[in-house]
């Protein structure tokens, strides 16, 4: 199957920015969604923009760092769809800040979210995609995995993590799979910084206002790797404001 229409995508983080706005692009373009997140009342909210416009969406409250959370979130899709052909892995965690200040629970949730979380989103969709000997991941990651940047040491390595388990995924998912690494520059989300030091969320939020691009700009582009036609494998996006260093 190839295009985005009739296609089943479950997405992770799906309650607000990026997730939000690439589960209302792939909708309105026909796909039925399943999303996760763990604030319920936004998910919803999601949910119902999503439906009262005549798509199809719905809502499954997970956290990325159980393992039975994420059965779940496939399994929904299984159960409502018959199928599951993309699970987009875009949860995350921007609670950035100098080792100093020792944010420990902050660095332990990246790890969580960021690594835990992607393993998690495999160990559930990769034997449902050999079964059906198709499926695509889409793993979001950051150009922080790129260019490190102080105080964001900690979301970095989590984010390289990510790049470096996508492409070894990728070399292991042919000829039937699709591996795609999709990582944004600065984004207009709330997101940005949200949790972090009070000094490094206040100058990472300062940058956003000053140069993000929209959250659209990624629904793009995750739409693209996705609409390719079977057999065609869009490995590596990399999107980022012009004015982003
Ligand atoms: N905005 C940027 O500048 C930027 C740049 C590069 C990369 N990214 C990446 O893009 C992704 C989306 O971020 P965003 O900018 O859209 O920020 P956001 O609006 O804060 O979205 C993050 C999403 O992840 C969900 N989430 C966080 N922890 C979770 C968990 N343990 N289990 C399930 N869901 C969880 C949040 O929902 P709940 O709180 O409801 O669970 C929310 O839906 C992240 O991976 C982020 O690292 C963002």
Same mark, same amino acid.
């Given at each position: 199957?190839?295009?985005?229409?009739?296609?089943?995508?479950?997405?992770?983080?799906?309650?607000?920015?990026?997730?939000?706005?690439?589960?209302?692009?792939?909708? #309105?373009?026909?796909?039925?969604?399943?999303?996760?997140?763990?604030?319920?009342?936004?998910? #919803?909210?999601?949910?119902?923009?999503?439906?009262?416009?005549?798509?199809?969406?719905?809502?499954?409250?997970?956290?990325?760092?159980?393992?039975?959370?994420?059965?779940?979130?496939?399994?929904?899709?299984? #159960?409502?769809?018959?199928?599951?052909?993309?699970?987009?892995?875009?949860?995350?965690?921007?609670?950035?800040?100098?080792?100093?200040?020792?944010?420990?629970?902050?660095?332990?949730?990246?790890?969580?979210?960021?690594?835990?979380?992607?393993?998690?989103?495999?160990?559930?969709?990769?034997?449902?995609?050999?079964?059906?000997?198709?499926?695509?991941?889409?793993?979001?990651?950051?150009?922080?995995?790129?260019?490190?940047?102080?105080?964001?040491?900690?979301?970095?390595?989590?984010?390289?993590?990510?790049?470096?388990?996508?492409?070894?995924?990728?070399?292991?998912?042919?000829?039937?799979?699709?591996?795609?690494?999709?990582?944004?520059?600065?984004?207009?989300?709330?997101?940005?910084?949200?949790?972090?030091?009070?000094?490094?969320?206040?100058?990472?939020?300062?940058?956003?206002?000053?140069?993000?691009?929209?959250?659209?700009?990624?629904?793009?582009?995750?739409?693209?790797?996705?609409?390719?036609?079977?057999?065609?494998?869009?490995?590596?996006?990399?999107?980022?404001?012009?004015?982003?260093?």
């Amino acid at each position: 199957m190839s295009g985005i229409g009739g296609k089943v995508i479950a997405l992770t983080g799906a309650s607000s920015g990026i997730g939000e706005a690439t589960a209302v692009h792939l909708a #309105e373009r026909g796909a039925h969604v399943v999303l996760g997140a763990r604030r319920k009342d936004r998910l #919803e909210a999601v949910v119902e923009r999503i439906t009262a416009s005549g798509g199809s969406a719905r809502g499954v409250v997970v956290d990325v760092t159980s393992r039975d959370d994420l059965a779940r979130l496939v399994g929904a899709a299984l #159960e409502g769809f018959g199928r599951l052909d993309v699970l987009v892995s875009n949860a995350g965690t921007m609670a950035v800040s100098p080792f100093d200040d020792l944010r420990q629970d902050d660095w332990d949730a990246m790890v969580a979210t960021h690594i835990t979380g992607l393993l998690n989103g495999i160990g559930a969709a990769l034997p449902v995609f050999r079964r059906q000997r198709s499926g695509q991941f889409v793993n979001v990651a950051s150009t922080a995995a790129y260019v490190v940047k102080s105080p964001q040491a900690v979301y970095a390595a989590t984010k390289t993590a990510v790049k470096v388990l996508t492409e070894g995924l990728r070399q292991e998912s042919g000829p039937d799979l699709r591996v795609t690494l999709v990582s944004p520059g600065f984004t207009n989300t709330e997101g940005v910084g949200k949790g972090g030091s009070p000094e490094a969320a206040a100058e990472l939020a300062r940058q956003r206002d000053e140069i993000a691009m929209p959250p659209s700009a990624i629904a793009s582009a995750i739409a693209y790797a996705i609409e390719q036609p079977e057999g065609i494998d869009v490995s590596e996006i990399v999107v980022r404001p012009t004015v982003q260093a």
